[in-house]
Nanobody, 125 residues
């Protein structure tokens, strides 16, 4: 497992943008497929975006496709989530997660075995 720390959350108006970061502590992320999930109050945790360990494949939930972009900088052991055109429905705690090394990546939370503590994103309408 790997220790992950998210940052970049905050309060933004609808239509605005935020960039979340997820940094690994103590080891490189280069072999780990990564994902972003979110959980709104009273709702289950849901998949947002994923990226392969090499960065060549990205995949998104339909609700964020075209608005959010996941990327990674393996030299910095950091994964990013650029969020544009934010809506009130995007308000949630956002978590980054790592799947086992060299795994293919997944839309499912159960496939990820390392999680950050989460960062709050609040979109005001």
């Amino acid at each position: 497992q790997v220790q992950l720390v998210e940052s970049g959350g905050g309060l933004v108006q609808a239509g605005g943008s935020l960039r979340l970061s997820c940094a690994a502590s103590g080891r490189t992320l280069s072999s780990y497929p990564m994902g972003w999930f979110r959980q709104a109050p009273g709702k289950e945790r849901e998949f947002v975006a994923g990226i392969s360990f090499g960065g060549g494949r990205t995949f998104y939930a339909d609700s964020v496709k075209g608005r959010f972009a996941i990327s990674r900088d393996n030299a910095k052991s950091t994964v990013y989530l650029q969020m544009n055109s934010l809506k009130s429905d995007d308000t949630a705690v956002y978590y980054c997660a790592a799947a086992p090394p060299y795994y293919s990546g997944s839309y499912y939370a159960r496939s990820y075995d390392s999680w950050g503590q989460g960062t709050q994103v609040t979109v005001s309408s």
